[in-house]
């Protein structure tokens, strides 16, 4: 099995960097952040709590989440713009940091790279708790205003009302999501000791694509 891990926080690129590579490699390609969305919206969807870790547990172990390149079905229903509305993105970081949710998701991660035999899959937890065996290990950061100026972009063109505050209203919320991420207790964002750290700040996309594809 060959497995491509590519962590790090919001904005970093990791999802452009994780589809360009599996691309180029002929791996399918796995947006573990996604998952966790999905568990979100449907815990919105049914009027729960992301709060209450019960009903949120137990939503994410009956959930039928299909992700492909195009569109994310959360119980035969299309999320795919859904999933990264500012509520959401507000929601996220506390069902991210329910442990029986991390179970379940890091069980079904595993699942699907076994049945392919590997792939690329980018989260925030996939070198040090997901494949802590993988093949490469890619952690991508990036400045933080940098990053709020990516994620502002992504929202308007996915159709989303640019959020009343603005870039720095975005970056507020990055930064207040990176904290949680990286201070739970249960696989937090945090760059495992044979991970290559690159900084995407001033490089560009391809730069980005070309250094990993050395590394390969
Ligand atoms: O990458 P993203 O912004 O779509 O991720 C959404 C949230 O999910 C983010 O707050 C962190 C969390 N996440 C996680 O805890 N573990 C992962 N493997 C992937 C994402």
Redesign the pocket.
């Known amino acids: 099995m060959r497995v491509i891990a590519i962590d790090g926080p919001?904005g970093s690129g990791?999802?452009s960097v994780a589809q360009e590579l599996a691309a180029r490699l002929g791996l399918e390609c796995l947006?573990?952040?996604?998952?966790?969305?999905a568990v979100t919206f449907a815990v919105l969807r049914a009027g729960g709590d992301p709060a209450d870790s019960g009903f949120t547990a137990a939503v994410a172990r009956t959930i039928d989440v299909r992700i492909d390149d195009e569109r994310v079905l959360v119980d035969g229903v299309d999320a795919t713009v859904e999933i990264r509305s500012l509520t959401v993105d507000r929601a996220?970081?506390a069902v991210?940091a329910n442990a029986e949710v991390?179970a379940e998701l890091v069980a079904r991660q595993r699942e699907w790279a076994n049945r392919r035999d590997g792939g690329v899959v980018?989260?925030?937890?996939?070198g040090t708790v997901?494949f802590p065996q993988a093949d490469l290990k890619i952690y991508l950061n990036a400045d933080s205003s940098v990053r709020a100026r990516r994620r502002a972009r992504q929202s308007g063109a996915l159709g989303h009302t640019a959020d009343a505050g603005g870039v720095e209203s975005v970056a507020a919320d990055l930064t207040r999501?990176d904290t949680?991420?990286s201070t739970r207790s249960t696989?937090p964002?945090s760059v495992a000791s044979d991970a290559v750290v690159i900084d995407t700040t001033d490089k560009t996309f391809d730069e980005t694509i070309e250094q990993i594809m050395g590394l390969m």
């Open positions: 919001a990791k999802t947006d573990t952040g996604a998952m966790y969305r996220v970081s991210a991390r980018e989260g925030r937890d996939i997901v999501r949680i991420d696989g964002l």
